[in-house]
Nanobody
Framework: QVQLVESGGGSVQAGGSLRLSCAAS????????MGWFRQAPGKEREGVAA????????YYADSVKGRFTISQDNAKNTVYLQMNSLKPEDTAMYYC???????????????????WGQGTQVTVSS
């Protein structure tokens, strides 16, 4: 089993920054790929970024490239999502998720992730 606990959400004005954290525990093999997803009210849950932790390969949605950075601290079993230049359209519940492999082009498919955190709310005001 894998447990994921997110933290770091909050409210910020447009142009501001937030850093989300996802602390992971459990068998490492099942969480080699760590992803961040978000879901706004009335919308589908979408992939934001992912990292393949053994090699550090990262993946990003086009909508966040250049603004968000996913990183990891292996000693703390924690993955971060640094979000800069936030926009009102970034407002959503953000979820951390884990699976064994990132699968290249399939990194953003939520149905392939086996483990999910409880989510943390990010609100960006204009």
């Amino acid at each position: 089993q894998v447990q994921l606990v997110e933290s770091g959400g909050g409210s910020v004005q447009a142009g501001g920054s937030l850093r989300l954290s996802c602390a992971a525990s459990g068998y490492a093999y099942f969480r080699d790929c760590m992803g961040w997803f978000r879901q706004a009210p009335g919308k589908e849950r979408e992939g934001v970024a992912a990292i393949y932790t053994p090699g550090g390969v990262t993946y990003y949605a086009d909508s966040v490239k250049g603004r968000f950075t996913i990183s990891q601290d292996n000693a703390k079993n924690t993955v971060y999502l640094q979000m800069n230049s936030l926009k009102p359209e970034d407002t959503a519940m953000y979820y951390c998720a884990a699976r064994g492999q990132c699968g290249g082009g399939s990194w953003g498919l939520r149905q392939l992730y086996s483990y999910w955190g409880q989510g943390t709310q990010v609100t960006v005001s204009s």
